[in-house]
């Protein structure tokens, strides 16, 4: 089963480095972990290099690239999710309002992640969506001296 090259490596050279954004790393790496069992689940690696050492790569991946984006400033994390948004078909003010009333984010951290980690990673991502439906309100706006008399 052993290809000569590590699973993580795999994972990063044929998957993850096809991702523009840590952001989007994150939101394919959780979409990989089931969630009945925990585990991450990836049928080419599986067969490559068995679901053990599979599910590790996913696993310490995963944790890897949530590390990153907490190492990002606000403006660096604010810049990597607007080209993560970019990326979808939907309006991103309806997907800043569903993300707001949703959270579908708080499913993105790695079981292997701290609590404070967590909470870091929960208290940024509210503060970039604040500011992205601020920016989307005052986009929708008109200048005051503009409105009709």
């Known amino acids: 089963m052993e290809t000569g090259r590590r699973p993580?490596?795999?994972?990063?050279r044929r998957t993850l480095s096809q991702l523009p954004t840590i952001y989007g790393r994150l939101v394919y790496l959780s979409t990989l972990r089931n969630s009945d069992s925990g585990r991450y689940e990836h049928h080419g690696l599986s067969v490559l290099f068995g679901e053990d050492q599979a599910d590790l790569a996913m696993r310490e991946s995963h944790l890897v690239s949530f590390r990153e984006w907490l190492k990002l400033?606000?403006?660096q994390q604010k810049a990597d999710l607007d080209l993560y948004l970019c990326g979808l078909p939907t309006?991103?003010?309806t997907l800043v309002e569903s993300w707001s009333r949703l959270a579908p984010y708080r499913n993105l951290s790695p079981a292997a992640a701290?609590?404070?980690?967590?909470?870091?990673?929960?208290?940024?991502?509210?503060?970039l969506l604040e500011s992205l439906k601020n920016e989307y309100a005052s986009a929708g706006r008109r200048p005051a001296d503009s409105r009709p008399r």
């Open 8 to 12: 993580a490596e795999d994972l990063w």
């Open 73 to 75: 400033n606000l403006e």
């Open 114 to 127: 701290s609590d404070p980690e967590k909470m870091l990673f929960l208290e940024d991502l509210e503060i």
């Open 91 to 93: 309006d991103r003010r």
